[in-house]
Structure formats: C-alpha cells, structure tokens
C-alpha cells in the first residue's frame, strides 16, 4: 500500500511540475533571453520542468519549417511564431516538429492565459470596434485573419507593433489556432 502511495504522491509532484504557462510580456512581443541565443514570444505556451531560484526551466514544443530551422512555430501552417533560435541546433528537430529547453525568468511566466494575451485582446477590442463590432475570433482561420485585419488595419490606425500583437492574437484564438477563449 505504501509503495501506491508513494507512486501517488511522486505523479502529483510530477503534474505540478508539468504545469501549463505562458510567456508574459508586459510591453511588445519579445522576450529576447540573450545568454541563452533564443527570442521566445508573448502568450506561447509552455510546459515547466523545473524552477531554480529567479529561473524556470521550459520546454517548448511546435513545428519548424522544411528550410529554417531556427524557428518554432505553434501549428504545421507555419503561421504563429513560439521562438527563434540565433543558429541551427538549439531547436531539437524530429521530422517536422521541434523542441525548444530554455531557462525563463519567473517574471516572465503566468498561469494565466488570459494575462499572457491581455496586450493582443485589448488592441484588438481597442481598434477594431470603433467602427463595427468585435467579430468573435475563433469563427475564422488564421488565413481569414490575415485578410480581415490585412484590410481593416489601416482604418484602425495602428502601428506596426500594434498590428504583430493583433495578429498574433488573432492566429492563436482562431478556429484553426492554438487556444481557445474558453481555456
């Protein structure tokens, strides 16, 4: 009985460990981890290994394209940046999916996905209201984002950093997305 016990209480420790996060970023959409040669992006979700002081070890997962090799994207279509890596090699390749083992600042992590997309979502609410309603992002693909808000941008008046953290929110909350708003 002990011995189920213990199996019990080492799974559980495991599961906390295995907890879901995300990157937060307060301001703009990268959080460049120099020492490490690897940018990782707002609102990418990752699975923590382990924590050691101000640090957090990470691990993402995603897919990398046939001819650069230095960029790990959420989905097959290429489309929603997680990282890029300064030179080959740090992403982890197996056929067209890659891994990524990093160490985070704690600061930069959150357990809550709606914090860790909060700059995206207020844009998009922000901008693309003020003349007609918000459209609810998961009933379109990544691809119809790219047209929809390729042709609305310039009537919302954005900037180009504004337009990143939009489309990136737009393309990780689309039908064909990552993420739900319901997660």
């Given at each position: 009985?002990?011995?189920?016990?213990?199996?019990?209480?080492?799974?559980i420790f495991s599961i906390g460990?295995?907890?879901?996060?995300?990157?937060?970023?307060?301001?703009?959409?990268?959080?460049?981890?120099?020492?490490?040669?690897?940018?990782?992006?707002?609102?990418?979700?990752?699975?923590?290994?382990?924590?050691?002081?101000?640090?957090?070890?990470?691990?993402?997962?995603?897919?990398?394209?046939?001819?650069?090799?230095?960029?790990?994207?959420?989905?097959?279509?290429?489309?929603?940046?997680?990282?890029?890596?300064?030179?080959?090699?740090?992403?982890?390749?197996?056929?067209?999916?890659?891994?990524?083992?990093?160490?985070?600042?704690?600061?930069?992590?959150?357990?809550?996905?709606?914090?860790?997309?909060?700059?995206?979502?207020?844009?998009?609410?922000?901008?693309?209201?003020?003349?007609?309603?918000?459209?609810?992002?998961?009933?379109?693909?990544?691809?119809?984002?790219?047209?929809?808000?390729?042709?609305?941008?310039?009537?919302?008046?954005?900037?180009?950093?504004?337009?990143?953290?939009?489309?990136?929110?737009?393309?990780?909350?689309?039908?064909?997305?990552?993420?739900?708003?319901?997660?």
């Amino acid at each position: 009985m002990r011995f189920f016990i213990s199996i019990l209480i080492v799974c559980i420790f495991s599961i906390g460990l295995q907890a879901k996060l995300y990157i937060y970023i307060e301001k703009g959409v990268e959080l460049p981890l120099k020492n490490q040669q690897v940018t990782l992006y707002s609102g990418t979700p990752i699975d923590k290994i382990s924590a050691s002081g101000d640090m957090v070890k990470v691990k993402l997962s995603g897919f990398v394209g046939k001819k650069d090799k230095t960029k790990l994207f959420a989905t097959k279509n290429l489309k929603l940046l997680l990282a890029s890596a300064e030179k080959p090699g740090l992403i982890k390749i197996k056929g067209e999916k890659g891994q990524l083992v990093v160490n985070v600042p704690k600061k930069s992590l959150t357990s809550d996905m709606e914090e860790a997309w909060a700059n995206g979502s207020d844009l998009f609410y922000d901008k693309c209201t003020k003349c007609h309603h918000a459209k609810i992002v998961e009933h379109h693909s990544m691809q119809d984002w790219n047209a929809l808000f390729g042709s609305m941008k310039y009537k919302a008046k954005t900037t180009k950093e504004q337009n990143v953290e939009i489309l990136r929110f737009l393309r990780a909350f689309a039908k064909d997305g990552i993420l739900k708003e319901s997660d």
